[in-house]
């Protein structure tokens, strides 16, 4: 091994325990399994569509909010970590506009209208403060809530996206402009109809989706710094967004950290697509996430 790669693996490793507030982590030898059921759900009138959600867990306290990555069904982003956080926390999770139960509307899906949306829902709930994990698209409009919404959001996990074009790599964004509802992912397109089944519907999300990273637009450095909440800034080390881009973004939010684990874009969640189901990351990742938002 080089002593630059040894360096850095230190340095990953010193980010793991930093995120662990000093407390050591122990992970079981076996995948740890287990199921959560929703303790409610329903279709939520939000601004002239129907919004899907469910609440996990406890029924009192700050929620969680999870919001998904495009494309996707809260099954295939959170299938597997959602159970986990839900042992110690109440948590809320929603399919977006146009994906998997929530209906459409007749107008492109954004970061911007999605984080309205989720206001709206969190209203219609009755809830006045919350923590929200967004995760790839999902993380873009959760950073649009926390910008616009400051007195909403009370932590924020930023997970595998970008605040910027050149945040990604130049290979994502030719894979983006060449990209055909074709070569979507099947396990994407198998889990939308399994809950919509619905081809023409599958393919208008696509499409919607597929529009809003081709016109991708870059937020302001002083937007960015807007972000006074605890920010909890999380990706792989070979995901979508290049590491420089999310040190970028810890120096210029003033209360946020940076954890960097092992694997591709939602390899930490275990996401449907990503993962066998054998692996402990899940467990890790959630363990190091609700230690952060444990923390004071």
Request: proline content about 6%; glycine content about 6%.
């Amino acid at each position: 091994m080089k002593i630059t790669d040894f360096i850095y693996y230190i340095f990953i490793l010193f980010i793991v325990a930093a995120c662990s507030g000093g407390r050591p982590l122990q992970l079981r030898e076996t995948p740890l399994e287990i199921s959560s059921e929703p303790i409610e759900k329903g279709l939520a009138p939000i601004r002239d569509i129907q919004m899907y959600y469910e609440i996990h867990g406890k029924k009192d306290g700050v929620p969680l909010v999870l919001l998904n990555g495009g494309g996707s069904t809260i099954e295939v982003t959170y299938s597997r970590i959602l159970p986990l956080l839900a042992q110690n926390r109440k948590v809320i999770a929603l399919d977006e506009q146009g994906h998997g139960r929530t209906t459409d509307r007749n107008v492109p899906v954004s970061f911007e209208t999605s984080a309205e949306d989720v206001v709206a829902l969190l209203k219609f709930l009755k809830v006045d403060q919350a923590d929200i994990f967004g995760f790839s698209n999902g993380a873009s409009v959760a950073l649009n809530i926390a910008i616009r919404y400051p007195k909403l959001v009370r932590k924020l996990v930023f997970a595998s996206s970008i605040t910027k074009r050149e945040g990604a790599y130049p290979m994502f964004w030719n894979f983006m402009k060449n990209a055909t509802f074709e070569n979507m992912p099947q396990a994407l397109k198998d889990a939308f109809l399994k809950v919509n089944p619905d081809p023409k519907k599958l393919h208008t999300m696509y499409e919607k989706d597929a529009a809003r990273m081709r016109n991708f637009k870059d937020l302001s450095d002083k937007e960015i710094r807007t972000v006074g909440i605890p920010t909890l800034i999380l990706l792989g080390d070979r995901d979508v967004p290049k590491l420089e881009h999310a040190v970028e973004m810890v120096r210029m939010i003033p209360k946020a950290r940076l954890l960097v684990l092992p694997g591709g874009h939602g390899d930490y969640l275990g996401e449907a697509i990503m993962s066998q189901g054998k692996d402990r990351y899940p467990e890790l990742t959630s363990a190091l996430v609700q230690d952060f938002l444990d923390s004071p």
